[in-house]
């Protein structure tokens, strides 16, 4: 009985190791750069596109893309593979995990990795608000990929059958138009709440109209950064949201439902999200849409918005010729002709003047104008400390809170001010919980 | 426990033949070949060690080994990348405890452990009772009962979250148009309503399995002589069968508190996400949420550690305080 066990076992472990030694051998004659990506869907076949489009233009690496759930899914699964040495060679991080990747320890600046491997990469190229926000010291920490920033998409035929052209560049009147759908009974719905409101509504709400979101220019200045969004116009937007809400203007999506399909099925007249939506919106929307760039509050400066996305970083503890692949794949990434197919195909900016000027030039634009507004958007307004982006470390956790105590303004449990001051409140913890691990970096 | 029953069982069993619970049939046949002896006793211990080894390295792997590092984490506050560590003594916990969304959590989970597994014994109860007196189509009945367990949690936590979606889902518009203004967005209630029927429906499968056998063990004799006596079918569940089938109702309760505590995680992440504002996020989800999303290691590993604390707390006093009660001799 044990013997045929052991048989069989045996036998298992070889046939194991031949189908090994098999793959093994196909994939000799190419180096394996790993590259660990959280965007799916649509962005997902663009991501293979890309990928298979560089494996095909060389014959000394391949780039093996395997999405690993969204951005905080993909960061845990990174943090794990890291503590027992299996880390890929490239990994996408969203904005908001910029500072726990910056100082993890785990990455190579990515301007010292191309000049080691001799490649040239203008990084003044970069448009402002993308190079403002991956540029530490001067130096770029890793190269700027998929930037968007979000925008207000309308359905244009509930626009017209409620007797408006375009949506109003301010919330006050934003606001007339939405309960004006919902009266004229043009739309059950006027506005989808999207997922990343904090993103969007709250973040990006706050850098237009110039209000500071943290001390020490929104943690630009240092680790000893501290919320203060509790005292500026952001209370205002949240009560104005939760009037909507209350009014039945803002719906939230909830589970089981993407808040952009909402959008696209024609079910919502609006709803302000990521330019990245381009792809989806163009490919499911079966009415006349649009998009505007994101409205203000009336009577103030207005100011450039801030970018969400993500960038590839490359991770440590690789060998010189993953590094060499992984080089080599960067600068495939940042040509101005990669930049341009990338964001045609996506709605993502373009993040290299090269690529931008070149899709003007070609009058991509004319053809194409909401594919214009997030860069207009991000480059509204001379940048000042409250616009330029924002740097707190353990990010998530601060906007994970942030999120919850929203969301209790929702369910009625607490008015905006009290919401926004234990959000606040909390979030200052995980700041100096932050600056005591990383004291000194 | 087993071994002295199953004889006891032996014993007298033949006479009588009563149908048997299912581990008690097990622990009887384990016995047979080693007449006279201990039912856990082998001549040759290699054998012994063999058999028992595969069952010592899953507990090594999946309860030693991530048990010493919860432990060795829940004292440190980490970068997520392990780069630096700082001790910090017991500030994880003291955080916790003075941390008034952790108390809330607490309550929540205590609530919906509790609710969730009297929901779950009451409905599966009922329907393994109804399965007794099904005459035509008994096969259909069970098998229609046992399918939600075949279903994975996400799965079905995706369907009961578009289902009662308040913007797209059906069932929701149906409650909408019956006058309930039903949000889990909004109203925490319902969101906490609707992750209880949808961890009971998961779940209900699993205790009626074990009712149904424990119902159909109770002995043939004992029912008719009931029967006799005059006692209705609803009297004899309730005189007869249900304290007879005590002991599985007693397994059931405890296995009911471990999967509320700990496995309607997957039900919770696609049903609410811990929303809104908390109202469903369970100690164990929050483990998730802090450990794997935010990364805080730190808090996620002391969170583990009050929550096996507890764990081992609970079954102990089910174990002091009502298995007491239970008679398994039949």
Redesign the interface.
Known sequence: MASTYVKSITGLLAAGALLMGATGATAADRVKIEWWYAISGKLGDTVQKLISDFNKSQDKYEVVGTFKGNY??T??AM?AA??VNQQPAILQSAERGFM?ML????VIPVDQLMAKQGYKIDWSDFVKPVAGFYIVNGKPAALPFNSSTPILWYNADAFNAAGFDAPSDTWQGLEKQLYALKEKKVTD?PMALPGDFQWSLIENYSAINNYPFATKANGYGGLDTEFVYNKTGVVGQVARLKKW?DDGVL???????APIS?FTSG?CATIINSTASHSGVEADAKFKWSAAVMPHEEGVDVKNGTIGGASLWAVKGKSEEVQAGVAAFFNFVAQPATQEWWSKATGYVPVTNAAYQKMKTDGYFKDHPTREIAIEQLSRGEPTDNSRGFRFG?H??ST?ILI??I??V????KTPQEALDSSVKRGNEILR?YE???AGK | MPASDAIMIRNEGAATRPRLPLRRSLSSLVGTSEAGLKASHFRRPWLAAGLLAPQLLILLFFFFIPTWKALSLAFV????????M?FVGLENFTTLFSSP?YRDSAILTLWFTVVQCIATLVIAGLLAFATDNVMRGRAIYKGVILLPYAIAPAISG?L????F?????PLAQMLHEIGFAWD?????FDALLLVSVAAVWKHVCYDYIFLVAAFLAVPASVMEAAAIDGARPVRRFFTVTLPMAAPTIFFLIVMNFVYGLFETFGIID????G?????TNTLVYKVY?DG?????LGSSAAQSVILMAIAVLFTFLQFRAVERKVNYQV
């Open positions: 905080e899914e960061m845990a943090v890291y503590r726990t100082n993890s320890g785990a719905c809400v719906k939230i999506a909830g589970q089981g439902v909402l079910t353990n998530n956790q994970a919850e105590e969301q209790a929702w369910t009625g449990k919980q005591k691990l990383h | 506050q980490v970068d997520p990348f392990g780069g630096t700082i969304e995706v009961w979250a578009f289902l979606n308040p913007t797209v889902g889990p967005n909004r109203r925490p696609t049903v609410t996400h929303g809104p504002a908390g109202s949420q794997f999303r935010q990364l805080d």
